[in-house]
């Protein structure tokens, strides 16, 4: 039996650090764990004239992945580096090389993570993922471990650190969207590409990867419903606050006799909802089971020690099944087919902010619009707008299909009497 497992490391930048600093800080814990020790032989980057602390003098740097992929002493390779097409082909060869592999790289996953695991299988390789859904918190092992008796029905969340962090600061100090993101990317918590945050993408993957997961169902990225925070404005925040509600990007996957539906949106939730107390870059997911009932889990969403930590769980798991000969995977071939809720089938709440011409029965056609849909409203509170003949209006409605509400928004835009639609959100969390 091996005395010292070699990684190949591929990238050094914030989650790559962080592996090597746990290794280094947590190195007799993981030995006394694992039985042996754990050696980082290979890192690969992509710039080698960067300035960078390796953890050792064993520890080799280079820029060409094949070093290695084809090195026979590596037994484990950690992807942190990011990427998908690139990536995809140096972990599937270096799965062919019968390496073992851990990744945190959710765009892998979400696009090609059934050729991984079936890659994997046929090369005996493990697999594992768990930084790639919610940073430092265990989500993907509960799901697929702890809560592997039950019946998932629905899964809602904050996957995304960046993102939470932002509104979280938008909300609490009134700061401008622009300046908290720069904020986030210095910390290390936005993607190298800050869009995939902003535009809700990063989300959407993370909850197509829980969705393959809890429900057991081949879904893809193009079956997540996906609107990213961009058009969250600060006013939007103040209005939702004296509604009694927070703003929060939220994921949301639910299964039931209908079929599946899988979004990622910024909505409204009560500010007692615990969701609204999950601030800066914090991540929480509710699980619903239908014999456990409701299940929470909470933890950093990105940096990079939770990250890391994540990682050199994954590594450890590998160690372990690696010393015992057996193989792992976190992943599963699903067991139903895709079966997508229609628009019809999907009901939820909408706030929605107009601002409307003052004059005499001007919600009075605005009400009877909804009204010939079945849409009620919850809540409606009006303002003077900016120009003299504006109202501005915030309403909440009840619960409504999606479908109904398109149509009535369709006709609301055909409407002269109104200036414009500045606004429609999700409201969610049961109020
Ligand atoms: P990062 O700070 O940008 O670091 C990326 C590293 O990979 C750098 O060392 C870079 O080399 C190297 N690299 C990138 N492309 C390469 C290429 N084509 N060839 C060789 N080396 C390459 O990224 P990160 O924040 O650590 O994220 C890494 C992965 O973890 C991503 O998949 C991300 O989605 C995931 N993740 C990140 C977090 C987080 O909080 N940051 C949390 C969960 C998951 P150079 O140093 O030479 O530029
Ligand atoms: N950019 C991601 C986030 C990193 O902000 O959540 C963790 O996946």
Excluded: W
Aim: hydrophobic residues 40%; charged residues 25%; aromatic residues 6%.
């Amino acid at each position: 039996m091996k005395n010292t497992i070699s990684v190949g490391l591929l990238g050094l930048g914030t989650v790559g650090s962080g592996v090597i600093e746990i290794l280094d800080d947590h190195k007799e814990s993981i030995q006394h764990k694992t039985g042996c020790d754990v050696t980082i032989k290979k890192v690969l980057v992509h710039d080698l004239s960067k300035p960078r602390q390796l953890p050792a003098e064993a520890t080799q740097l280079t820029d060409r992945y094949q070093d290695i992929t084809e090195d026979p002493e590596i037994d484990v390779v950690v992807e942190v580096m990011g990427g998908i097409d690139h990536t995809l082909s140096i972990v599937l060869e270096a799965m062919e090389h019968g390496k073992h592999i851990v990744t945190a790289n959710k765009d892998l996953i979400a696009q090609h993570g059934a050729q991984l695991f079936q890659t994997s299988q046929r090369n005996s390789c493990d697999l594992y993922y768990e930084a790639s859904v919610a940073g430092g918190t265990p989500i993907i092992r509960p799901i697929l471990d702890g809560l592997s008796s039950d019946r998932i029905s629905k899964m809602m969340g904050i996957v995304n650190g960046t993102t939470n962090f932002i509104l979280d600061k938008m909300t609490r100090d009134g700061a401008d969207f622009d300046s908290v993101l720069k904020e986030a990317q210095d910390l290390g918590f936005a993607e190298a590409d800050p869009t995939a945050d902003v535009d809700g993408l990063d989300a959407a993957r993370k909850m197509a990867i829980l969705s393959i997961l809890g429900f057991s169902m081949p879904f893809n990225l193009e079956d997540v419903s996906v609107k990213g925070i961009r058009g969250t404005s600060l006013s939007d925040i103040k209005y939702a606050k004296q509604l009694g509600y927070s703003i929060k990007l939220i994921g949301i996957a639910d299964h039931n006799e209908d079929g599946a539906s899988v979004s990622v949106e910024p909505t409204l939730l009560p500010v007692e909802h615990p969701l609204s107390s999950v601030h800066d870059e914090y991540n929480a997911v509710y699980v619903y089971g239908d014999a456990v009932g409701e299940t929470m889990f909470y933890g950093p969403g990105a940096g990079k020690l939770p990250t890391a930590t994540a990682v050199v769980s994954d590594l450890i798991a590998v160690i372990k099944n690696f010393r015992l000969g057996v193989s792992g995977s976190a992943y599963v071939q699903p067991q139903f087919p895709k079966q997508l809720k229609s628009r019809k089938d999907q009901l939820t709440k909408k706030y929605i902010r107009l601002h409307v011409m003052d004059q005499p029965g001007m919600l009075m056609e605005l009400t009877k619009i909804f009204a010939q849909y079945g849409i009620s409203f919850d809540q409606i509170i009006q303002r003077q707008a900016d120009q003299n003949d504006e109202r501005e209006l915030m309403m909440i409605t009840h619960q409504v299909s999606e479908e109904d509400f398109d149509q009535a928004y369709n006709e609301l835009e055909a409407l002269d009497t109104i200036r414009s639609i500045d606004s429609v959100f999700r409201v969610d969390g049961g109020k």
